[in-house]
């Protein structure tokens, strides 16, 4: 993908969450990998006002000078930008989760109202449904608490996302991460769907949560999900 198709694409993505049901408003923020940077939506900009030269990017070398701001006093890899408007507030952990991630291409963050419900509770969702297996693990952490927009918060994000590619933030919303930007908010929709499922189930009662093992042999299935052979392909190579 080119530099503004890759733009360009962001910027559908954006304009999608509130009509997939898992943002609200100008709240979120999406990144997508390219080469060595990466491109992310602008800080306070609405989202239908979006073009591709008002994308930021951020270089994801952590070999470039570390620079200190009085937002960022500690001088950790804070990263200048280039572009006319400042990046997401949340950059730090969308640069973070890039730069250790390499199997990781894009990232989803909104306030979606179910996962955001139950990291308020400061509740992991729990195996509940097999389509926990889709984010890597037998669960779905909640990251503690910290100040959006600090390093504090992308540690705790980076420390629950470990094995996983989505994590709750607590008292402030959720992460879904992709091989592709597709696939980014595919998880995304899927860690909503899950979060409103587990949340009406703990209103009935206590869930039955389903077994390591019966998580295992969801999470061998989603290894090669979306990875089959095309039928015709398939048998002709029998």
Same mark, same amino acid.
């Given at each position: ?13 954006? @304009?999608?969450?509130?009509? /997939? ?17 990466? /491109? ?13 030269d008002l994308i930021a990017q951020m270089t994801l070398d952590p070999a470039q000078p570390t620079i200190t701001t009085p937002h960022d006093p500690t001088g950790i890899w ?15 952990? !969308? ?9 990781? !291409? ?31 693990? !037998? ?11 600090? @390093?504090? /918060? ?26 592709? /930007? ?14 409103? @499922? ?28 979306? !990875? ?11």
């Open positions: 993908m080119d530099d503004l198709a890759a733009r360009t694409a962001l910027i559908a993505a954006c @304009q999608s969450l509130n009509a /997939l049901g898992i943002n609200q408003g100008n709240a979120g923020n999406i990144s997508l990998r390219s080469g060595n940077t990466m /491109l992310i939506s602008p800080s306070a900009i609405p989202y239908d006002q979006l073009r591709p804070t990263s200048p930008w280039t572009g006319p408007c400042k990046p997401s507030s949340e950059w730090r952990f !969308h640069r973070d989760i890039l730069s250790a991630r390499p199997d990781i !291409h894009a990232i989803v963050h909104t306030h979606a109202i179910f996962a955001t419900g139950l990291a308020i509770a400061h509740r992991p969702i729990e195996a509940c449904h097999y389509m926990i297996a889709c984010f890597g693990g !037998h669960d779905v952490r909640c990251a503690p608490y910290a100040t959006f927009g600090t @390093q504090a /918060l992308s540690n705790n994000a980076l420390a629950a996302l470990e094995g996983r590619t989505a994590c709750l933030l607590a008292n402030h919303g959720m992460i879904a991460l992709g091989e592709t /930007l597709d696939r980014a908010l595919w998880r995304a929709v899927e860690l909503e769907t899950i979060s409103k @499922q587990y949340t009406h189930a703990l209103m009935l009662g206590d869930p039955h949560i389903l077994s390591r093992a019966e998580i295992n042999e969801a999470l061998a299935q989603f290894a090669v999900y979306g !990875h089959a052979e095309p039928l015709a392909k398939a048998a002709t190579s029998r």
